[in-house]
């Protein structure tokens, strides 16, 4: 059982990483630790990673730099380059649980699914991965972020009042 959780969000520029991090946190939300509101008035400590290691053009492990948080939300730039942080938090003993905003969306063909290997490359790993639409009300797949943070962390006793 992984002692550690990475909650990825992965996609394009303007895909709805930032809105997901805003809708969670009920607002604009800067890097760093954070205390997350789940549900009852019960909190949990996370580390957010809101703009992508790609699009900060530094790796994850200089974003975290020694600290090695028990629960990071982080967003990912759907790039080749996203194996380099999917690899890091898979190596440091991170359960990975994704979210694949719009795959496709603005194609002008059908799509091709994940020609960067990254869904592929995670599927072998700890993790678990969900195509979502970034397009609309953030709601539904920020409830489903905050049940399994409520429930991973739970099980740890890493929920707090």
Not at 64 to 71: D, E, F, N, T, V
Not at 83 to 88: A, C, D, I, R, V
Not at 95 to 122: R, S
Request: glycine share 10%; with cysteine.
């Amino acid at each position: 059982m992984a002692d550690k959780l990475c909650v990825a969000v992965i996609g394009n520029r303007n895909s709805g990483k930032s809105t997901t991090w805003q809708q969670l946190f009920g607002g604009k939300v800067k890097g760093g630790y954070h205390e997350l509101q789940l549900y009852y008035g019960d909190y949990a400590k996370v580390f957010l990673v809101g703009s992508s290691p790609q699009e900060q053009k530094t790796p994850i492990n200089q974003l975290l730099g020694a600290k090695r948080p028990r629960i990071v939300l982080c967003a990912i730039q759907y790039s080749f380059d996203a194996h380099e942080t999917l690899t890091f938090f898979s190596d440091n003993g991170y359960q990975i649980f994704a979210h694949w905003l719009n795959p496709g969306y603005k194609d002008n063909k059908p799509p091709v699914l994940d020609p960067n290997g990254i869904v592929t490359a995670l599927l072998s790993v700890n993790s678990l991965v969900g195509i979502r639409d970034g397009k609309i009300s953030p709601y539904r797949r920020v409830q489903n972020i905050k049940d399994f943070v409520y429930g991973w962390a739970m099980r740890r006793s890493l929920i707090h009042q």
